[in-house]
């Protein structure tokens, strides 16, 4: 990672009939570079209308994210798209091939009260009623959450969408570490009609903070019916440490 740091400042005058004291404008721009991560960019802070510095990130495509108390996307999956057949098996919803970011959740980072953010969608078709679809959560070779859905026949170029909020109620190794996840996976015809299935779960049991470890959501038809298939355009994921 290469920095080029270029520092300035300048003071403004708070608002006397706040306060006495004047706040310092720090605008501090760091050029971010690393490899590993895939991400390259601008660090910089700014004085907001409170007169405290923000801190914000802006990636090399100009789009600026604010990094403190605020959710830091840090995988977003790009074209082209994920195909998962009827006979594909259990398989990924991401592809690191063609993507911003990555998905290594490091060691101790997490805290508790850390939240991360998961949303999916793209186009589905589903071959007869009571078509079975498996969705699954990870964190390296463990399932922290894993639902079934029992899906209708729907006409191809159907849509679906996934969100998920993962919080993080204890910190440690397994058996001492516990989160929760709370989210909807949703199925909508051509005519609008929507299925949506609730997910709403506690895990005490497989997760943990201490190793390093890759985050994952794979999907799987259980249901080996030829012309059951989906499409994943956009993934993405995001935290709040």
Request: proline share 2%; charged share 20%; glycine share 6%.
């Amino acid at each position: 990672m290469s920095l080029n740091h270029v520092f300035n400042e300048d003071l403004a005058k708070r608002d006397k009939a706040q306060s006495q004291f004047y706040s310092t404008k720090l605008q501090t721009t760091l050029e971010f570079n690393d490899p590993e991560f895939q991400q390259n960019g601008i660090i910089q802070t700014d004085l907001n209308r409170a007169g405290r510095n923000d801190l914000y990130f802006t990636n090399e495509q100009g789009i600026q994210f604010p990094v403190n108390e605020s959710f830091q996307r840090f995988y977003t999956q790009l074209s082209p798209d994920v195909i998962i057949n009827y006979d594909d098996g259990e398989k990924s919803i991401f592809d690191t091939t063609n993507s911003i970011g990555g998905l290594e959740i490091l060691p101790n980072i997490t805290r508790v009260g850390s939240v991360y953010r998961a949303t999916a969608h793209g186009r589905i078709s589903v071959s007869g009623g009571n078509q079975q679809l498996q969705l699954k959560t990870k964190l390296g070779d463990s399932v922290i959450e894993e639902q079934s859905y029992s899906l209708p026949n729907l006409q191809a170029d159907s849509l679906w969408k996934l969100e998920l909020e993962l919080t993080v109620y204890q910190i440690g190794d397994v058996g001492t570490a516990s989160i929760k996840t709370f989210g909807t996976m949703s199925f909508t015809q051509q005519n609008g009609s929507t299925n949506t299935f609730f997910i709403d779960d506690d895990n005490n049991t497989t997760y943990q903070t201490t190793q390093l470890a890759l985050a994952d959501i794979t999907l799987e038809w259980l249901s080996v019916t030829a012309g059951n298939t989906l499409s994943v355009h956009t993934a993405s994921v995001y935290m709040l440490n």
